[in-house]
């Protein structure tokens, strides 16, 4: 990960240090024949506009970690909300229930073909707080304006970034990192005392620049205007 502190995001605040973590392992998974430690690290965030106003807006912060090991054809799992050399210790007895008694030969790790297909950027740190509220303002008051018969509009705008970490038990580490955003318009039309929804969504592994195009939006708010206005 060119750009990426996984000693940062993974071990420091936690107390873990990555030659202990892969002696943790190396000693967990000692006589399975697979088996890996799958450390994780994900924020996230929702912001969600009616009518006018904002109505909700969250932000999570989650770490932890699952330790699996395959003994011939039993499989063990294991994990726990905390990155800790206890937790993996504890996990590590859990291992052991499919592992004693069993002598088998680590399978080779997998060759790394794999395709970077993220950046690692994280789309949570790239727009303020103000900005994505703003859009969800202007998404409100365009799609009311696009017909007389808007009688209430709803956005969204979700964003979160995962990082992982997978050990091996010969020390192995394939890093990964996962963004993900999303837009979601939904549209009220009523005529004749009658009233139909229409809903539009985007989004993808990518960072948020795309859903504050105007085009991107607009024709979120066209698509979801169709489809209410096609039922009523």
């Known amino acids: 990960m060119s750009n990426l502190d996984l000693q940062a ?18 000693d967990a998974l000692n006589g399975c024949d697979d088996g890996e430690l799958y450390l994780q690290y994900a924020v996230s965030e929702s912001f969600s506009f009616d009518d006018g106003r904002l109505k909700a807006a969250t932000f999570d912060t989650q770490k932890g970690f699952g330790l699996r090991g395959v003994a011939g054809e039993m499989t063990a799992f294991a994990h726990a909300n905390e990155l800790s050399d206890a937790a993996i210790l504890r996990a590590a007895d859990t291992i ?91 549209v009220v039309a009523e005529k004749s005392g009658r009233r ?27 698509i979801a205007l169709a489809n209410a206005l096609m039922n009523l």
């Open 96 to 186: 052991r229930v499919v592992r004693d008694g069993y002598g088998g030969t680590m399978a080779l790790a997998p060759q790394r073909t794999n395709a970077k297909r993220y950046g690692d950027a994280n789309p949570l740190d790239g727009i303020d707080f103000s900005k994505k509220v703003a859009l969800m303002q202007t998404i409100d008051a365009a799609a009311r304006a696009r017909d007389p018969r808007v009688v209430q509009v709803s956005a969204s705008l979700i964003g979160s970034w995962s990082v992982v970490e997978i050990i091996r038990a010969d020390g192995h580490r394939v890093p990964d990192v996962r963004p993900l955003v999303r837009l979601n318009v939904q």
């Open 9 to 26: 995001i993974f071990y420091g605040d936690n107390g873990l240090d990555p030659g202990r973590t892969e002696r943790l392992v190396a």
């Open 196 to 222: 139909e929804t229409g809903f539009h969504g985007l989004g993808g592994r990518y960072l948020y620049d795309g859903q504050f195009e105007p085009e991107m939006w607009n024709n979120a708010i066209d």
